[in-house]
T-cell receptor, first 113, second 113 residues
Framework: NAGVTQTPKFRVLKTGQSMTLLCAQD?????MYWYRQDPGMGLRLIHY???????AKGEVPDGYNVSRLKKQNFLLGLESAAPSQTSVYFC????????????FGQGTRLTVV | GENVEQHPSTLSVQEGDSAVIKCTYS??????FPWYKQELGKGPQLIID?????GEKKDQRIAVTLNKTAKHFSLHITETQPEDSAVYFC????????????FGTGTRLTVIP
């Protein structure tokens, strides 16, 4: 039982490049989330999904897109990376929304140069 | 929106002593307050949570207290052990329906053997 798995774990991008971060969960959870973690700022919600085929904006959605084509997968895309998107990205999933335990992946450290 | 402040940012205690981390929140509609522990290189993990109809909750060496009137909640760890060393985050759910937990900025706890 792997829980929440993020791919890749590290990545360096040049400004303007695009990439997709993959999150997979094997707990049959309905809700999935993408957060970014920056020094001194805690975790901030980028986008989330309440079920297969649905997505919604979080607190800091600009510059990111997401897709949830399959219940177990939640993809985060950066179409044109900027240095301000240098961060650690965490995916999480939960059974019934934020008032139930969220299980986090190990994170993806992204550097945009 | 909700604003969660967390203090202190760093905390060092001797093994066996107690540690207290405090958080305040701004939105009186918030009614769910989880605490997450993040070990180095890992994603956050839920350690305890409290809902607004409860003033205190305890789980072995960990306890959380909530004062809704003053809008603050605290994490108490007794008989600290070296494995308690980690970054701790508080969070609040303002019940906006946006499935967004608002996180504090984190407390790095170091337990000195």
């Amino acid at each position: 039982n792997a829980g929440v798995t993020q791919t890749p774990k590290f990545r360096v991008l040049k400004t303007g490049q695009s990439m997709t971060l993959l999150c997979a969960q094997d707990m049959n959870h309905e809700y999935m989330y993408w957060y970014r973690q920056d020094p001194g700022m805690g975790l901030r919600l980028i986008h989330y999904s309440v079920g297969e085929g649905t997505t919604a904006k979080g607190e800091v959605p600009d510059g990111y897109n997401v897709s949830r084509l399959k219940k177990q997968n939640f993809l985060l895309g950066l179409e044109s990376a900027a240095p301000s998107q240098t961060s650690v990205y965490f995916c999480a999933s939960s059974l019934h929304g934020v008032v139930t335990e969220a299980f986090f992946g190990q994170g993806t450290r992204l550097t945009v140069v | 929106g909700e604003n969660v402040e967390q203090h202190p940012s760093t905390l060092s205690v001797q093994e066996g002593d107690s540690a207290v981390i405090k958080c305040t929140y701004s939105d009186s509609a918030s009614n769910y307050f989880p605490w997450y522990k993040q070990e180095l290189g890992k994603g956050p993990q839920l350690i305890i949570d409290i809902r607004s109809n409860v003033g205190e909750k305890k789980d072995q060496r960990i306890a959380v207290t909530l004062n809704k009137t003053a809008k603050h909640f605290s994490l108490h760890i007794t008989e600290t052990q070296p494995e308690d060393s980690a970054v701790y985050f508080c969070a609040a759910d303002p019940q906006t329906g946006a499935n967004n937990l608002f996180f504090g900025t984190g407390t790095r706890l170091t337990v000195i053997p």
